[in-house]
């Protein structure tokens, strides 16, 4: 059954990858995943009740993301309903790609750190929707906005849950976490978009005006900048409830999303109600992607499972065992390793598994604030640009915008090695300075 587990993982993985070949969505394959590697292992003898507790476990868990992930679709959904972002697009004229390229990049590794990668990476495919027509266009700058997301979430205390995992279990603090991050994350940028600097070619055409209908021309300026500021506002106020209450970000954000709410209802109240029905929640909410969270909890689901049922412990332990930890190359080769897996399978089970191996001990590579926590953090916040389901980033921006799997493998994958790597020898190179 252990191994059995592991085959139905890989195949519902190519499932998922070879979704346009099959002509099965993505996210039936992903939902057929998760269930079936639960039932089979209950089948392996599992005690029916310890499964019962790990999966609800598990369940807690997802549904934080899942409702987290709601809320902030729904915000900017709401944003976008009002034209709000067409306050920054407005001011962005532009229609060279590259040019255009390196501002968004750039916006979304400064704001990922603020917010963090998941949200960054569904505001953004919203700004290059008003941006750019041309779909393979738009798919290659949602491939560059995943890798600024996970490189601008890596070195931020809240920019990624597993950052956020190590430092709120004390492995690291939020001043090494910068400093030492900070410019690694920056070469995991550079590199692709230097490569892209000189190999994209062409020009941007915007979409389409819709003309305008009644309902749009009712609304004003104001309430465009209105329904911005709070929505940004909403999504910025997540980390600080985070950091002041110390409970989970989908409490936040689902504070936020009503608070968004009030406003709409009080921006169109005097307005006839099929206006107040298009502009408000109830009306948008409708336009949520739910096939892209059905995927989320499918693949989250999966990996739950391989999580409980020790796979992935086991695979942790092996890298120990086989590589060794004892010195800095083989820190250096464990710790990228875990971030190419991340790719593969979530990177928050691979680096609680590393929590869970190894003790702070003074003196040591794992001493706290020391060199394998903060490593770790920067290659698992990170590797997972690889694939496009490597990350929380990567999954919404293949949801919302339909990448395929197969497509981000082979134009992007490229980058985002040619950046993770690039990343690990500045930390290298960092480190060799400081240390000597």
């Given at each position: ?312 412990r086991d695979l942790a332990g092996i ?91 082979k134009r992007i994958s490229f980058l ?21």
């Amino acid at each position: 059954m252990y191994t059995l587990m592991i085959a139905l993982f890989v195949l519902g993985y190519a499932a998922i990858a070879f979704e346009h070949t099959i002509k099965i969505d993505k996210a039936a394959s992903a939902l057929i995943t998760g269930v079936v590697l639960w039932a089979v292992y209950v089948f392996s003898g599992a005690d029916i009740h310890d499964t019962e507790h790990h999966l609800l476990e598990h369940l807690s868990e997802i549904a934080s993301i899942l409702f987290f992930l709601l809320g902030a679709m729904t915000i900017v959904e709401v944003v976008d309903a009002h034209e709000g972002f067409s306050v920054i697009t407005d001011r962005i004229r532009t229609s060279k790609p590259v040019v255009l390229l390196w501002i968004l990049a750039w916006l979304t590794f400064f704001m990922s750190a603020i917010l963090d990668n998941l949200t960054t990476s569904i505001v953004m495919v919203s700004l290059i929707r008003k941006l750019i027509k041309d779909q393979h266009m738009r798919w290659l700058f949602g491939g560059v906005i995943v890798i600024a997301a996970n490189s601008g979430g890596a070195w931020s205390p809240i920019g990624d849950v597993t950052t956020t995992m190590l430092w709120i279990g004390g492995y690291v603090s939020t001043g090494n976490i910068i400093s030492y991050i900070f410019l690694p994350s920056v070469a995991v940028l550079l590199a692709p978009l230097l490569y892209l600097t000189f190999t994209l070619k062409g020009t941007i055409n915007r979409p389409d005006e819709v003309a305008s209908t009644s309902s749009h021309n009712s609304i004003s300026q104001r309430e465009k900048t209105t329904a911005l500021l709070v929505g940004v506002g909403g999504l910025l106020f997540v980390p600080v409830f985070k950091t002041v209450t110390h409970l989970p970000p989908f409490m936040g954000m689902m504070l936020s999303l009503g608070i968004m709410w009030v406003v709409t209802d009080l921006l169109h109240r005097r307005k006839n109600a099929e206006t107040r029905h298009e502009f408000g929640v109830l009306g948008v909410i409708r336009r949520i992607d739910t096939p892209s969270v059905l995927f989320f909890l499918g693949i989250l689901l999966a990996v739950a499972s391989l999580q409980t049922a020790g796979q992935l412990r086991d695979l942790a332990g092996i890298l120990d065992t086989s590589i060794g930890t004892s010195t800095e190359s083989g820190i250096y080769l464990v710790g990228g390793i875990i971030g190419l897996l991340s790719a593969i399978v979530d990177n928050v089970p691979l680096v609680a598994a590393a929590m869970g191996m190894y003790d702070m001990i003074p003196g040591t590579f794992f001493a706290h604030d020391d060199f394998f926590w903060k490593y770790l953090a920067f290659t698992a916040g990170t590797g997972g640009s690889v694939l496009i389901i490597g990350s929380a980033a990567g999954v919404a921006v293949m949801g919302l915008e339909r990448i395929p799997f197969g497509w981000y493998l082979k134009r992007i994958s490229f980058l985002a090695l040619l950046g993770y790597f690039a990343g690990i020898a500045v930390y290298a190179i960092q480190r060799w300075i400081i240390f000597g």
